[in-house]
């Protein structure tokens, strides 16, 4: 049993206080990747970046913020989740100041690899506190709604603020901004959050090996994949593959023989467990493919400004915001969690399809609006359905381990499909992205976004074959994003 003590918080204006620091800090996190996608063109002509190594600002976040998610909540177990959730905030505001003043690709995208390392720590101890300090005084479910709600906002917020930031003071601001937000409330955590040690008798064992391998085999993969977006088919990028492969088998060779896990195999074997994960990982890999190529497509191919651009997500985020934060939990309330994922899935599949008619002439209202609505929804169903999907397979006590596994499947979903559509862009182009001729590269955008509908497509797949018993949700909560609703409703079929 836990023996970790932690102070109880004794006023409503303490709780508010600890309540408000947790959810703000999850809020940077969460911006992170949407006022990021905003300003990547920009940087890829300030930086002379091409569209393959573009992505690796994106998929150097998702990933170490994947491959350490597990990891670090298995730190602050050990070592205190306060100490972790500090040391996690101001980790991610240094690497964002370094990636302000980058002067280089090779620089930024270093700076977000360690931003991710932060995201990551910050993520899994803020989530894990809420927990610990909300569920003994009956207030969790309460807590993890704002927490729900400020974390669907902040994606929304991103999108704003990024297209304001890059277009009034420039890109570099995207960065900057985060570093006094992350500074203060590490600062006012200091003497809000309650004192906390880590587990005493604890065994002190981390699965150190698995992280690595699983981030390093990952990053390879997506090497390879770019590498074939930039045109280069040499040795050396099918050696790349080979090794992605063989790193990957090693990290299930550890996770086998660990007597720690950061992945429990035999968690994975269960139907509605690994299912309800891959349809996760296949959602994000659709979603994030979407928002890079769409902005991409705005700003180079049809002139938008950054700010311009922003607006013209605005519709989705908005959908992402109501319909994920307030309307899809009574959808599966109602209906249970697999139609809804199931419907979610096709939705997600006929708004990629809507987007390969675009053209260099293509109206925002008639042929851009539409799909990125149809799509939005289906997205936005998506997050909650398989939140819930994920937790129905898991037992009394295993909350914990589920919230974990399917936001780490999504920080993997989201590169690895980004990967995938930047690699079929460099294709269609032999190499030349978004320099090559505009006709070329209107191909090469729709081409992507049929390969991003095969992901949501294969989706559907995997949402129809969940299947199982429901767990009875406990007083730990569901998952990072939504709010466990009542026992009866948390349904499959």
Not at 119 to 148: D, H, K, Y
Not at 190 to 197: E, G, T, V
Not at 267 to 280: D, M
């Amino acid at each position: 049993m836990p023996s970790e003590k932690t102070e109880k918080p004794s006023t409503p204006q303490r709780l508010g206080l600890i309540l408000g620091l947790l959810v703000m800090a999850q809020f940077v996190v969460v911006v992170d990747f949407s006022i990021v996608q905003i300003a990547l063109p920009t940087i890829r002509s300030d930086l002379g970046m091409s569209l393959a190594d573009l992505q690796w600002i994106v998929s150097a976040y998702g990933l170490t913020f994947a491959g350490f998610l597990l990891l670090s909540g298995r730190l602050s177990d050990i070592y205190g989740r306060k100490r972790l959730f500090m040391i996690g905030l101001l980790v991610f505001s240094l690497s964002s100041l370094a990636g302000g003043l980058a002067t280089s690709e090779a620089v930024l995208i270093a700076a977000r690899v360690v931003q991710g390392i932060g995201a990551a720590m910050a993520s899994a101890t803020g989530l894990a506190l809420i927990i610990r300090i909300f569920a003994p005084l009956g207030r969790l479910n309460q807590a993890l709604g704002v927490f729900t709600a400020v974390s669907s906002a902040g994606f929304s917020a991103g999108v704003i603020l990024g297209g304001v930031l890059t277009e009034d003071l420039g890109w570099r601001w995207i960065f900057f901004v985060n570093v006094p937000i992350g500074i203060v409330v590490a600062a006012l955590a200091i003497k809000s959050l309650p004192d906390s040690a880590g587990e005493k008798g604890a065994r002190r064992s981390l699965d150190l090996p698995g992280a690595i391998t699983v981030t390093a085999g990952l990053m390879l993969l997506v090497y390879a994949l770019s590498e074939i977006g930039n045109g280069d088919s040499s040795y050396v990028t099918y050696l790349a593959f080979i090794l992605a492969g063989v790193t990957l088998a090693s990290f299930i060779a550890i996770e086998h023989r660990s007597a720690e896990p950061l992945m429990p195999l035999g968690f994975l074997r269960r139907r509605t467990i690994f299912f309800a994960n891959a349809t996760a990982l296949l959602t994000f890999a659709t979603n994030v493919s979407m928002v890079f190529l769409l902005t991409a497509y705005l700003q180079v191919m049809q002139s938008y400004s950054a700010l311009s651009a922003a607006g013209a997500l605005i519709p989705g985020a908005l959908v992402f915001f109501f319909l994920g934060g307030f309307g899809a939990p009574r959808l599966v309330k109602r209906l249970g969690a697999k139609p809804v994922l199931v419907g979610a899935m096709v939705a997600l599949s006929a708004g990629m399809l809507l987007f390969t008619r675009i053209s260099l002439s293509s109206s925002y209202v008639t042929v851009i609006l539409p799909a990125l609505l149809v799509a939005s929804v289906g997205g936005a169903l998506a997050l909650t359905a398989s939140n819930i999907a994920a937790l129905s397979g898991a037992n009394r006590g295993e909350e914990g381990i589920a919230s974990g596994l399917i936001n780490t499947s999504r920080q993997v979903g989201g590169p690895v499909g980004l990967a995938v559509a930047v690699g079929v862009v460099g294709l269609a182009t032999h190499g030349l992205g978004v320099s090559a001729p505009s006709g070329e590269v209107i191909t090469a955008f729709r081409y992507a976004f049929l390969a991003a509908a095969s992901f949501a497509a294969l989706a559907v797949v995997t949402s129809l074959l969940l299947k199982g018993k429901p767990a009875q949700p406990s007083s730990a909560g569901p998952s990072v994003q939504v709010a466990p609703p009542p026992a009866e409703f948390v349904r499959i079929e």
